[in-house]
């Protein structure tokens, strides 16, 4: 997919179908989030390629709840520039660090965190189903990518 248009940019009222279509969040929740500045939109060609949703944990760390690359656009590293929009958005709000996670049985997210900047910060044990934990990484906007 070489020669192509990609754009990153915050969602808007007409992206909520797309940016809500993996179910985790109601609807009604993504809105906010998008009237909130919290949602970004990757587009390939103008097409919508994937989204990040951002939550803000005590109401101030930016954390990454959700980033999603659609199937078809996997492998061509556009999540470096969707994660790379959102780095840049963070430092202009004054933000200096930015967090995510990821299941401590899911090695394909955690292979993604590390070559991204994120460093491993700590886990909670039994967070999730089945009381599988959670490991957490950190990084700070704008550290150059390994």
Request: overall charge negative; proline content about 6%; charged content about 25%.
């Amino acid at each position: 997919m070489e020669n192509n248009t990609i754009t990153v940019r915050l969602a808007g009222p007409d992206d909520l179908d797309y940016v809500s279509r993996d179910g985790y969040v109601l609807p009604e929740i993504i809105q906010r989030k998008i009237n909130l500045s919290e949602v970004f939109l990757l587009t390939v060609n103008k097409v919508p390629a994937g989204y990040l949703r951002l939550e803000y944990l005590w109401s101030s760390i930016p954390y990454i709840a959700l980033i999603w690359i659609d199937e078809d656009f996997r492998g061509y590293g556009y999540s470096h520039n969707i994660l790379a929009y959102v780095e840049n958005h963070l430092r202009e709000q004054g933000n200096d660090k930015l967090y995510s996670s990821s299941q401590v049985d899911e090695p394909e997210p955690q292979a993604w965190h590390r070559p991204m900047g994120f460093v491993e910060c700590g886990i909670i044990n039994g967070i999730n189903e089945n009381g599988i934990g959670e490991v957490f990484f950190r990084k700070t906007p704008g550290k150059p990518q390994a």
